[in-house]
């Protein structure tokens, strides 16, 4: 299973960016797709998750701002629909694959960059 994130980049705070991952390999069965971030110094932490369902889960820092959503006609694409960007939120965001069985895979990362 391959990951491939895009769409990070340099914005003003208050600004928007959109991030794509896109899944592709042998995936039989997807529990849930999400963004894990990681500023420069701290832990990688939850952004945001969307499960198979449709279920959301998003860390309390960017609820309200970040939406997470899934192409349905391909259920394996997942976007990050990041609004009123803060400087805060400058890191590198991950793509999050966990399958049915557990398994778990990441994308390379995308660099946001939010400048005040």
């Known amino acids: 299973v391959q990951l491939q994130a895009s769409g990070g980049g340099l914005v003003q705070a208050g600004g928007s960016l959109r991030l794509s991952c896109a899944a592709s390999?042998?995936?039989?069965?997807?529990?849930?797709m999400g963004w894990h971030r990681q500023a420069p110094g701290k832990q990688r932490e939850l952004a945001a998750v969307i499960l198979t369902g449709g279920s959301t889960n998003y860390a309390d820092s960017v609820k309200g701002r970040f939406t997470i959503t899934r192409d349905n006609a391909r259920g394996t694409v997942v976007y990050l629909q990041m609004n009123d960007l803060k400087s805060e939120d400058t890191a590198v965001y991950y793509c999050k694959l966990v399958s049915r069985a557990g398994s778990v895979y990441w994308g390379q990362g995308t660099q946001v960059t939010v400048s005040s």
């Open positions: 390999g042998s995936i039989f069965s997807i529990n849930s």
